[in-house]
């Protein structure tokens, strides 16, 4: 399996009850399903926030001032479409005055039309009962870092 590093940025979508934004993906290699916050490559030319905002807008169609500017990194090692995905990615906030606002998907390229099969705004409590894998798996404890003053935080096992 080849591997390969593609600087990435991707968004905590927080609505007003604490739900995170996931969507569900469906690996066109193999079939196997996950779950994963918005975001993408970073292009030429791009800042983690500028590609963090411009994934969220192309994923969701949600306002990119939503985006906090203050990340954190992520080690990432992910198996998609044939090939392992290793490096480190920047994980944003973003914060939604409403409760699970509504999504729109104008902005995905044709594959990811394709392979993308829903999203859910999931309590944050749900996210160990999900029937397929959250990405990353340590998504609870870098929530907690973005977000320190969250319920979250207060968990004995995040």
Do not use: K, Y
Not at 76 to 105: C, K, M, S, Y
């Amino acid at each position: 399996m080849d591997t390969t590093h593609r600087p990435a940025a991707r968004v905590i979508c927080l609505d007003a009850a604490h739900r995170l934004l996931l969507l569900r993906w469906r690996d066109p290699f193999d079939g196997t399903w996950l779950w994963e916050p918005p975001g993408g490559g970073i292009e030429p030319g791009e800042t983690p926030l500028v590609t963090a905002r411009r994934e969220l807008v192309e994923e969701t169609g949600l306002d990119p001032a939503a985006v906090l500017d203050r990340s954190v990194l992520v080690d990432r090692d992910v198996q998609w479409n044939g090939e392992r995905h290793i490096g480190t990615e920047h994980f944003f906030v973003a914060r939604f005055a409403g409760e699970q606002p509504a999504l729109v998907r104008t902005g995905l390229l044709p594959d990811e039309q394709a392979n993308l099969d829903t999203h859910a705004w999931i309590p944050w409590s749900d996210l160990g009962s999900l029937p397929d894998p959250v990405e990353p798996p340590q998504l609870l404890s870098v929530l907690s870092t973005l977000v320190p003053d969250g319920p979250w935080c207060d968990r004995d096992s995040a």
